[in-house]
């Protein structure tokens, strides 16, 4: 729900400011669709949007005298919204950069209805994504695969930008899961003798993850999946595809900016996004191969199994994802980079010599030569849609 307060300065004639504001309101709500609060913040930042409509000018004192009060709630992220009239617009710009000498963050929302019709929607849907990610907790099944020497996470800055917490869970205890988990019989799908043989297995882990999920109260989880490789002969792919699929976000390599990233994407557009990395790269051209052993199921059009590819064990996913405008994302360990660029999938491939689910992809070349510059690790997600807007406005 969106709630618009507002603050008007008693010099202003209030019959003539509130004939401006039904109008200016109707303009971007045609059709209602917002709890209009008044001049009463005793509530304030309690709905998925609350919006300061600065109604007038002058009214630059009204607001800092209400801000410690907002501020004792915790609330540090500010929507002024103006029509440009009666010196809104002016007033905005002084409380704006006020809150900047605080240190807080703002934004004067102000254009044509059909700019701000679009904008706040965004916003909404960026601060519903927000609450959906505060106080998540975030499991870390093992330590990152050793070879992930540059995506580690921070902690405490995890739980100051996103409100989440890192869980940390001993692979040991997983372990001890698997040993007793039930198993699923291979389903009729054609499959070689070796996948078939391993997928009772890999069912295992699964149903060992659904139970240290609900232990530990987990909303997300990275697994060291290659420890279970040489631990119980097989791999995670199978569990964390349908983990994926169930909207559970879920990591490969103990990855957790990868997960970072997962959740974010997950939050905003209902989508985890495809885990994988780069195989190869044209920066003439801008294409990019990606690859994964593993998929969300709700993700592919279609699928089938195969084994681990860097162990030839296991139980791998070769799915193909519908081809079109997709998002390739991937933030930092400590949430103070990203970055994210659309494209096209151009087609779906398989060579034995990669990772099983392998995506052409159509960047620019400008983009595809951000992986060979600066980039963030290798894993990146690419999420089906272009989303760059949603993103870059939630970060």
């Known amino acids: 729900m969106i709630a618009i307060y507002t603050i008007t300065s008693g010099l202003h004639d209030e019959q003539s400011v509130s004939k401006i504001s039904d109008a200016f309101l109707h303009g971007i709500f045609p059709e209602g669709g917002f709890d209009y609060r008044g001049s009463n913040f005793q509530d304030f930042g309690s709905h998925t949007l609350d919006l300061i409509y600065v109604r007038t000018g002058g009214a630059e004192g009204i607001f800092k005298s209400l801000l410690p009060e907002m501020l004792s709630r915790g ?25 900047k000498q605080q240190g807080l963050q703002g ?59 890192l869980v940390e869970v001993p692979m040991e205890e997983l372990l001890q899961e698997i040993a007793k988990a039930p198993q699923d019989a291979a389903p009729a799908d054609e ?14 882990i699964y149903h060992a993850l659904q139970v240290i999920v609900e232990r530990y109260g987990l909303g997300a989880f990275t697994l060291r999946c290659f420890a279970l490789l040489t631990a119980v002969g097989n791999t995670g792919c199978l569990a964390l595809a349908s983990f994926n699929a169930d909207g559970i976000p879920a990591a490969c390599e103990g990855d957790v900016p990868a997960l970072l990233s997962m959740m974010i994407a997950q939050a905003l557009t209902g989508k985890t996004g495809f885990q994988a990395n780069p195989a190869r790269i044209d920066v003439e051209t801008g294409q990019i191969l990606f690859a994964h052993c593993t998929v969300p199921f709700n993700m592919v059009t279609n699928w089938n199994y195969d084994t681990h590819f860097e162990s030839g064990i296991g139980v791998g996913i070769h799915g193909e994802l519908l081809q079109g405008p997709v998002t390739v994302f991937k933030v930092s360990g400590n949430l103070e980079r990203h970055f994210v660029a659309e494209g096209e999938l ?34 990146h997600i690419i999420l089906p849609g272009r989303h760059k807007a949603l993103l870059e406005a939630l970060l």
């Open 346 to 379: 151009i087609y779906n491939q398989y060579e034995e010599n990669l990772c099983r689910t392998q995506v052409m992809l159509q960047l620019s070349p400008a983009d595809a030569r951000y992986f060979l510059t600066d980039p963030i690790g290798n894993h």
């Open 107 to 165: 934004e004067v929302l102000h254009g044509s209805p059909d700019y701000l019709k679009e904008r706040v929607k965004l916003l909404e849907k960026v601060a519903d994504a927000r609450r959906r990610l505060s106080g998540v907790r975030i499991g870390v099944i093992g330590q990152p695969s050793d070879w992930l020497i540059a995506s580690h996470a921070d902690a405490v800055k995890v739980m100051d930008r996103l409100g989440a917490r």
């Open 191 to 204: 499959m070689a003798p070796k996948v078939r043989d391993a997928f009772p297995g890999a069912t295992r």
């Open 75 to 99: 609330i540090e992220r500010y929507y002024l919204l103006t029509s440009g009239k009666s010196n809104s617009l002016a007033a905005s710009l002084e409380i704006l950069s006020y809150l």
